[in-house]
């Protein structure tokens, strides 16, 4: 027996693919708002990880010390060892990319804040929504006469509002502190 597939026009599937739409739009907005150097820093950082330019560089690295160890017949050494020409370029990359990297984190670190602030929001949102739906409930069980759940503590306490400074409070008063 094959497994039932929905049907492609449900509310559900027409839910999903919208919420995919606007996640979409959204991604490729933050794309094209970043500035040519971040763009730039991208590639580079993105280039600069693949096992081309690792393979580029190692074949750099032993050229050039063959080079200056004078391995290579007919060429004359340049940066003999312990190669400080070599040594120089090679750390001015190393900053260089690091600097590129951290442009990319930083980056990155700020579209993950937003999507931090856009989850708790959705979360606020749907926590608020939620103690309405119970609060009806409870008011729709009451005029119905059910009793049965109604006066249920723990439903009781989640019909209440919730206060988000005293949530927040609570936590960074039981999170452990970091080590300094």
């Not at 693949?50 to 063959?66: I, T, Y």
């Not at 190393?94 to 989850?119: M, P």
């Amino acid at each position: 027996m094959e497994p039932r597939t929905p049907d492609r026009d449900t509310p559900s599937t027409r839910t999903l693919e919208e919420n995919v739409r606007i996640i979409k739009a959204w991604e490729q907005s933050a794309l094209h708002a970043r500035s040519r150097a971040e763009r730039v820093s991208e590639w580079i950082t993105s280039t600069a990880g693949r096992g081309e330019v690792l393979f580029a560089h190692v074949v750099w690295f032993v050229g050039w010390a063959a080079i200056n160890l004078d391995l290579v017949p007919g060429v004359r050494p340049f940066d003999v060892f312990p190669f400080p020409l070599l040594t120089t370029m090679v750390s001015l990359e190393a900053i260089f990319l690091a600097l590129f990297v951290l442009a990319s984190q930083n980056r990155l670190a700020t579209q993950t804040d937003k999507r931090a602030h856009l989850d708790l929001q959705i979360n606020l949102l749907a926590e608020r929504e939620m103690t309405a739906v119970l609060q009806l409930l409870r008011d729709i069980a009451a005029r119905l006469g059910v009793e049965h759940g109604a006066d249920n503590p723990r439903i009781q306490e989640l019909a209440k509002e919730t206060d988000v400074q005293e949530v927040t409070s609570k936590l960074d008063d039981e999170m452990p502190s970091k080590p300094e």
